[in-house]
């Protein structure tokens, strides 16, 4: 197994490695202080095609898959990972379920302009009683047989990409009705932004990622053809699990670039920063701390790739997904406390990048299923049944 890149593949990432370190270090950190989503530097993204990576180019994608995703999310964070968020939510959790599960007509209308990114989508699944017990989804929706519209009403919260000014669509799951055995009918549905009914909050004040959008949604009677319904009636919950199993190699690439980044932010202040009368650089302690966080970042890395590989041939990746996104999470937060650590008061203060990080690894121990979800599903996909 050859875990080195194509050459198509590492023109892609130089490409996005200049982006990320010539437009987006100079400014994230005025938008990251200002809690303030970055416009530009996301129609930058757009025009560089790296929303539409995954997509076949009749939709105005690149034709490219997972791999690539992959490969621009990790060089993204390791400089900043408000941004890969953004691209991650935008094709993972925006684009992707209607690439998927979408009718032809769904696909011709929404695509092309999620592609190039003029529009972002959005993917509503959490809900306030329902994060990682999505079966207990709340919001429902009903047909209306006299309009032929379904009839939305629900809150979901914890939206990436939901309320930006280019946000175009949420693709919400609901309760459509009840199965055999009183279990609920999950739905997913399409719904434009703007729709009467459709209300989206102020954004959240986050701990991290504050150069991204995350908000609350809330429906009532929200109403939407009967054709916006997503794939077959019923099969929500279905789609949204491979939705997600998907998502977590992308998030994986996401937290090994920010594990990377803090290795690179580390090396630097260590050649630079003087102490007794030499770099610290020299002193073995710190040498030994950087080593293993480069070890961290380098499996992660092995782990993502691994998991996109298989997703790409065609092969199972469930367990795979879920070993690469419990272990590069994990790294990411061990190397930003390290990285902090090592920057002593100066990774304490907003001027540096490291202190975005530290703030920014926590959530990918929680985002697109916990570290503990992980853990139940790698446990299962072994045959350990409770």
């Not at 996301?42 to 690539?68: H, K, N, S, T």
């Not at 993204?76 to 968020?85: N, Q, Y």
């Not at 949420?170 to 932004?193: E, F, H, L, N």
């Given at each position: 197994?050859?875990?080195?890149?194509?050459?198509?593949?590492?023109?892609?990432?130089r490409t996005v490695e200049e982006f990320a370190h010539e437009v987006v270090a100079p400014k994230i950190g005025d938008f990251y202080e200002r809690h303030e989503f970055p416009y530009e530097i996301v129609r930058e993204m757009g025009r560089m095609g790296l929303?539409?990576?995954?997509?076949?180019?009749?939709?105005?994608?690149?034709?490219?898959?997972?791999?690539?995703?992959?490969?621009?999310?990790?060089?993204?964070?390791?400089?900043?990972?408000?941004?890969?968020?953004?691209?991650e939510a935008g094709v993972s959790l925006g684009a992707m379920p209607i690439h998927l599960y979408g009718t032809e007509a769904q696909k011709q209308e929404w695509l092309p302009r999620l592609c190039t990114g003029e529009m972002l989508g959005a993917f509503g699944?959490?809900?306030?009683?329902?994060?990682?017990?999505?079966?207990?989804?709340?919001?429902?929706?009903?047909?209306?047989?006299?309009?032929?519209?379904?009839?939305?009403?629900?809150?979901?919260?914890?939206?990436?990409?939901?309320?930006?000014?280019?946000?175009?669509?949420?693709?919400?799951?609901?309760?459509?009705?009840?199965?055999?055995?009183?279990?609920?009918?999950?739905?997913?549905?399409?719904?434009?932004?703007?729709?009467?009914?459709?209300?989206?909050?102020?954004?959240?004040?986050?701990?991290?990622?504050?150069?991204?959008?995350?908000?609350?949604?809330?429906?009532?009677?929200?109403?939407?053809?009967?054709?916006?319904?997503?794939?077959?009636?019923?099969?929500?919950?279905?789609?949204?699990?491979?939705?997600?199993?998907?998502?977590?190699?992308?998030?994986?690439?996401?937290?090994?670039?920010?594990?990377?980044?803090?290795?690179?932010?580390?090396?630097?202040?260590?050649?630079?920063?003087?102490?007794?009368?030499?770099?610290?650089?020299?002193?073995?302690?710190?040498?030994?701390?950087?080593?293993?966080?480069?070890?961290?970042?380098?499996?992660?890395?092995?782990?993502?790739?691994?998991?996109?590989?298989?997703?790409?041939?065609?092969?199972?990746?469930?367990?795979?997904?879920a070993l690469a996104k419990l272990h590069s999470s994990t790294v990411a937060v061990d190397n930003a406390r390290e990285a902090t650590q090592i920057h002593g008061g100066y990774g304490f203060m907003n001027e540096y990048p490291v202190a975005r990080m530290w703030?920014?690894?926590?959530?990918?121990?929680?985002?697109?299923?916990?570290?503990?979800?992980?853990?139940?599903?790698?446990?299962?996909?072994?045959?350990?049944?409770?």
């Amino acid at each position: 197994m050859d875990y080195r890149l194509s050459p198509e593949l590492e023109d892609l990432r130089r490409t996005v490695e200049e982006f990320a370190h010539e437009v987006v270090a100079p400014k994230i950190g005025d938008f990251y202080e200002r809690h303030e989503f970055p416009y530009e530097i996301v129609r930058e993204m757009g025009r560089m095609g790296l929303f539409g990576l995954p997509f076949p180019e009749e939709y105005g994608g690149m034709g490219g898959d997972y791999l690539a995703l992959g490969v621009a999310l990790e060089e993204l964070a390791r400089v900043d990972s408000s941004i890969a968020i953004t691209l991650e939510a935008g094709v993972s959790l925006g684009a992707m379920p209607i690439h998927l599960y979408g009718t032809e007509a769904q696909k011709q209308e929404w695509l092309p302009r999620l592609c190039t990114g003029e529009m972002l989508g959005a993917f509503g699944l959490t809900e306030p009683d329902g994060g990682s017990d999505a079966g207990a989804t709340r919001t429902t929706a009903r047909l209306d047989s006299a309009t032929n519209e379904w009839v939305i009403n629900g809150t979901k919260c914890f939206i990436t990409n939901s309320g930006t000014d280019i946000t175009g669509l949420v693709t919400v799951t609901a309760v459509t009705g009840r199965k055999p055995d009183g279990r609920p009918q999950i739905s997913s549905i399409i719904v434009p932004s703007g729709t009467p009914g459709f209300t989206v909050a102020a954004p959240y004040s986050k701990v991290g990622w504050n150069a991204s959008d995350t908000r609350e949604l809330s429906f009532t009677d929200v109403r939407v053809p009967a054709e916006n319904l997503l794939g077959e009636e019923g099969r929500g919950y279905a789609q949204f699990l491979r939705i997600l199993d998907e998502g977590r190699i992308a998030i994986a690439a996401l937290a090994t670039g920010l594990a990377q980044g803090c290795v690179d932010e580390s090396v630097k202040y260590a050649k630079e920063r003087q102490a007794f009368g030499k770099p610290i650089a020299a002193n073995q302690a710190i040498q030994f701390k950087i080593a293993d966080m480069e070890m961290k970042a380098h499996t992660a890395r092995l782990a993502w790739r691994d998991a996109a590989a298989r997703l790409v041939s065609g092969a199972a990746f469930k367990k795979e997904a879920a070993l690469a996104k419990l272990h590069s999470s994990t790294v990411a937060v061990d190397n930003a406390r390290e990285a902090t650590q090592i920057h002593g008061g100066y990774g304490f203060m907003n001027e540096y990048p490291v202190a975005r990080m530290w703030r920014d690894s926590k959530i990918l121990e929680i985002g697109e299923g916990t570290s503990e979800v992980q853990r139940m599903l790698i446990a299962r996909e072994l045959g350990l049944v409770g």
